[in-house]
């Protein structure tokens, strides 16, 4: 039957880019959706050290801009629009945004995820005024003032040497008794003067009127508390699954996350999932470009079966 699309990608990230490249080099009308901006996680990482092929690492907005471009070459094409529905029609999919709807025999799932928040007192009512997630977006608002940086992954330890080269003295908050990061991260902050680490420690209020002055803390251990005197704090605790639009259609684990087979198969026919949003993903960039191809390989066999 006709349908507009023969393949939608739902996300523009790295699995996202990487089944799009693969689907339209493939012969398939496809289009890539994007609520937000072109690239994904990626427009939020400042340099990637650890994806292969880039020896001295590569800017995460360029490594976007070369994989988009790419996309582009291939013929799929791009449309933007957040997603707040998928229906399966048996030989067709429905996928409809906020404004519009779109039909298609397949779809890729690669919405990636949000940040995690703290939920403590202060946040909110802060947020954008002290209260940041992304320090490639937002740090050059913290320039040379003492902030706090609630994480010690390895992306809460990359924000931090980020920060410190703004001119920031940094304190990392780490909840765990030890930090999350990669050692090579961790000696790099160890190394640093102008940032502190401590961990076993929970944040538990977020201080001020207009802006940040201060993030209050309790150590875990003791339970004493004290207030941090920062004008800045950026969150980096984890992420959460973009799958609110799935979850009256597909088998979701109880966190969200999309649930896959060993083909990126989801509980639909026709529907496959890549990158950050399925089920026990390493959430790496390099995974997530592994994902995008196995899902679309699955995805070309199942329309392969298709009659119309």
């Given at each position: 039957?006709?349908?507009?699309?023969?393949?939608?990608?739902?996300?523009?990230?790295?699995?996202?880019?990487?089944?799009?490249?693969?689907?339209?080099?493939?012969?398939?009308?496809?289009?890539?959706?994007?609520?937000?901006?072109?690239?994904?996680?990626?427009?939020?990482?400042?340099?990637?050290?650890n994806y292969p092929?880039?020896?001295?690492?590569?800017?995460?907005?360029?490594?976007?801009?070369?994989?988009?471009?790419?996309?582009?070459?291939?013929?799929?094409?791009?449309?933007?629009?957040?997603?707040?529905?998928?229906?399966?029609?048996?030989?067709?999919?429905?996928?409809?945004?906020?404004?519009?709807?779109?039909?298609?025999?397949?779809?890729?799932?690669?919405?990636?995820?949000?940040?995690?928040?703290?939920?403590?007192?202060?946040?909110?009512?802060?947020?954008?005024?002290?209260?940041?997630?992304?320090?490639?977006?937002?740090?050059?608002?913290?320039?040379?003032?003492?902030?706090?940086?609630?994480?010690?992954?390895?992306?809460?330890?990359?924000?931090?040497?980020?920060?410190?080269?703004?001119?920031?003295?940094?304190?990392?908050?780490?909840?765990?008794?030890?930090?999350?990061?990669?050692?090579?991260?961790?000696?790099?902050?160890?190394?640093?003067?102008?940032?502190?680490?401590?961990?076993?420690?929970?944040?538990?209020?977020?201080?001020?009127?207009?802006?940040?002055?201060?993030?209050?803390?309790?150590?875990?251990?003791?339970?004493?508390?004290?207030?941090?005197?920062?004008?800045?704090?950026?969150?980096?605790?984890?992420?959460l699954p973009n799958?609110?639009?799935?979850?009256?259609?597909?088998?979701?684990?109880?966190?969200?996350?999309?649930?896959?087979?060993?083909?990126?198969?989801?509980?639909?026919?026709?529907?496959?999932?890549?990158?950050?949003?399925?089920?026990?993903?390493?959430?790496?960039?390099?995974?997530?470009?592994?994902?995008?191809?196995?899902?679309?390989?699955?995805?070309?066999?199942?329309?392969?079966?298709?009659?119309?």
């Amino acid at each position: 039957m006709f349908t507009d699309y023969d393949v939608i990608i739902i996300g523009s990230g790295c699995a996202g880019l990487a089944a799009g490249i693969y689907a339209a080099r493939g012969g398939y009308e496809t289009c890539i959706l994007e609520k937000g901006a072109m690239g994904g996680e990626m427009m939020n990482r400042q340099l990637i050290e650890n994806y292969p092929g880039f020896a001295e690492g590569v800017m995460g907005p360029d490594l976007a801009s070369q994989m988009l471009e790419q996309a582009d070459k291939a013929g799929a094409g791009v449309e933007t629009g957040e997603v707040v529905s998928i229906q399966d029609k048996g030989n067709y999919k429905v996928v409809k945004t906020t404004d519009d709807s779109y039909t298609c025999k397949g779809i890729i799932l690669a919405s990636g995820s949000h940040p995690r928040l703290l939920n403590v007192p202060g946040e909110k009512e802060l947020s954008a005024k002290g209260v940041f997630y992304c320090a490639t977006c937002d740090g050059a608002q913290c320039a040379g003032k003492p902030v706090v940086v609630a994480g010690a992954g390895d992306s809460g330890l990359t924000e931090a040497l980020l920060l410190e080269k703004l001119g920031c003295t940094v304190t990392v908050v780490e909840f765990m008794e030890q930090p999350k990061a990669s050692q090579v991260l961790i000696n790099r902050v160890d190394e640093n003067p102008n940032i502190e680490l401590i961990c076993n420690t929970q944040i538990v209020g977020i201080n001020g009127n207009e802006w940040v002055n201060g993030v209050e803390v309790e150590d875990r251990a003791s339970g004493a508390r004290r207030i941090l005197d920062v004008q800045g704090i950026y969150i980096r605790i984890g992420l959460l699954p973009n799958t609110t639009y799935a979850e009256s259609s597909l088998e979701l684990t109880p966190n969200g996350y999309v649930v896959v087979d060993g083909n990126m198969k989801t509980s639909v026919d026709g529907i496959y999932a890549a990158g950050d949003i399925r089920a026990n993903s390493p959430a790496q960039m390099s995974t997530a470009v592994g994902d995008g191809v196995v899902a679309y390989m699955n995805l070309n066999r199942y329309l392969s079966t298709l009659t119309d």
